[in-house]
């Protein structure tokens, strides 16, 4: 009997291995979730020369789930990265983070999961970032990653307590948004990318 995996993580990466750190913080967190072995990882290098790196990341760090699998693209473009992962899940629920984020509770994506099979009309569910120091200095070092900071810290809620976008970068979503034909704007590279999807769902 064929098991299906409880949620697909698909994560898009431009620079592996300038971002080793990061990435192998992030793989520590997933492989550290509760749901480790029931998920569906799916790396996505846009434009990226470090295929030897990432073979070698496959190897150390498959054991620890599902399934653990690594496509490239020819195309610099966090959206078409995601998009090609959504092709490739085969999960039910499709989580989006990025490569340089982390899981900061061991049951995050438990109850992502509880609370999206608990409402059924929702076909969205998302959160923020919560920054380091180090990562906060460093967006403040540059004008765009300053405005980009600022923009994320006012994302998941308003002043009502209202969520106003859902981040590319931590959000699930069931599969039949993808299988209906929404994705991510292609022809969008940087800077809240995912905006459009979100906007189409909301309408």
Known sequence: MVVTPHISVVIPTHLPKKNRDSLLKLFTSLKEDNLSRGLD????????????????????MRE??????IF????????????FGAMKARANYLYFIDDDCALIKSNYLESLLQFMKENEDISALGGGYT????????????VYAY???????NAVEN???ETCYLIGGNTLYRREVFDEGFNFDPQMSYGGTETSLNVQLYQ
């Not at 490239?72 to 998009?83: C, D, G």
């Not at 405005?147 to 810290?153: F, G, I, P, V």
């Open 64 to 69: 620890y789930f599902y399934d653990l699998r």
């Open 159 to 161: 002043e009502r307590g």
């Open 131 to 142: 920054e380091s120091n180090e990562q906060s200095k460093k967006r403040r070092n540059h």
């Open 147 to 153: 405005l980009a900071s600022k923009w994320l810290e």
């Open 72 to 83: 490239a693209t020819n195309k610099e473009s966090a959206n078409i990265a995601r998009n």
């Open 41 to 60: 990882i799916i790396l996505v290098a846009n434009f990226s020369r470090d295929l030897a790196f990432l073979e070698n990341l496959l190897r150390e």
